[in-house]
């Protein structure tokens, strides 16, 4: 049965990074794409971007060049580092495996929250 855990989400001030980090288990980690989803209460969760397994790379564009996603075959770990912070990236953060990386979320961790004050 799959699990995802994330963690690594607190309160930041704005311009401030966070790295947020997803433990997987009870899948095959290096064959499944992973991506990073965010949703603020009320609101419709978003895509952040995925990592394919081979370490390839898509952002949403609000995350080109502030966030950076890799991965830890050898751990089953993936990682979100989120850098220049601004408050409207305040959301509760998920980590999923995808239906290849283009495709929809299938599997969900309990998210984490990220807090950015200005």
């Known amino acids: 049965q799959a699990r995802l855990v994330e963690s690594g989400g607190g309160s930041v001030q704005a311009g401030g990074s966070l790295r947020l980090s997803c433990a997987a288990s009870?899948?095959?980690?290096?064959?499944?794409?992973m991506g990073w989803y965010r949703q603020v209460p009320g609101k419709h969760r978003e895509w952040v971007g995925s990592?394919?397994?081979?370490?390839?790379?898509v952002y949403a564009d609000f995350a080109k060049g502030r966030f950076t996603i890799s991965r830890d075959n050898a751990k089953n770990l993936m990682y979100l580092q989120m850098s220049s912070l601004k408050p409207e990236d305040t959301a509760d953060y998920y980590c999923?495996?995808?239906?290849?990386?283009?495709?929809?979320?299938?599997?969900w961790g309990q998210g984490t929250q990220v807090v950015v004050s200005s």
């Open positions: 990592i394919h397994t081979g370490g390839q790379t």
């Open positions: 009870g899948i095959v980690f290096p064959t499944r794409p």
């Open positions: 999923a495996t995808q239906a290849g990386c283009d495709g929809p979320a299938v599997h």
